[in-house]
Nanobody
Framework: QLVESGGGLVQAGGSLRLSCAAS????????MGWFRQAPGKEREFVAA????????NYADSVEGRFTISRDNAKNTVYLQMNSLKPEDTAVYCC?????????????????WGQGTQVTVSS
């Protein structure tokens, strides 16, 4: 089970930190990803991190503004979001996936959380 938290309403230029707590699985054995979906749009890859946290991957749209990290002792993955823009508004979901994959294909991720809403006002 994956449970996201930390979403909310923030002004453009502000920051939020999302958390995704995992239970019932060997957290450190799986890569983790963050995806987002805005109303009327396709689900979009945001970032992914390897099992150890040593490798990360970001969408071009968030590179340099967002940072993904994980704490395997706490079974939690984080998404630090800085310099937020109105176009970052979406429901953000975490997902666990293939142990060796940190790419952007949603079908490589097996378990999904329900999501947390992020709204950035202009």
């Amino acid at each position: 089970q994956l449970v996201e938290s930390g979403g909310g309403l923030v002004q453009a230029g502000g920051s939020l930190r999302l958390s995704c707590a995992a239970s019932g699985r060997t957290f450190g054995s799986y890569s983790m990803g963050w995806f987002r979906q805005a109303p009327g749009k396709e689900r979009e890859f945001v970032a992914a991190i390897s099992r150890s946290g040593g490798s990360t991957n970001y969408a071009d749209s968030v590179e340099g503004r967002f940072t993904i990290s994980r704490d395997n002792a706490k079974n939690t993955v984080y998404l630090q979001m800085n310099s937020l823009k109105p176009e970052d508004t979406a429901v953000y979901c975490c997902a666990s996936g293939n142990p060796y994959y940190i790419g952007s294909a949603p079908d490589k991720y097996n378990y999904w959380g329900q999501g947390t809403q992020v709204t950035v006002s202009s």
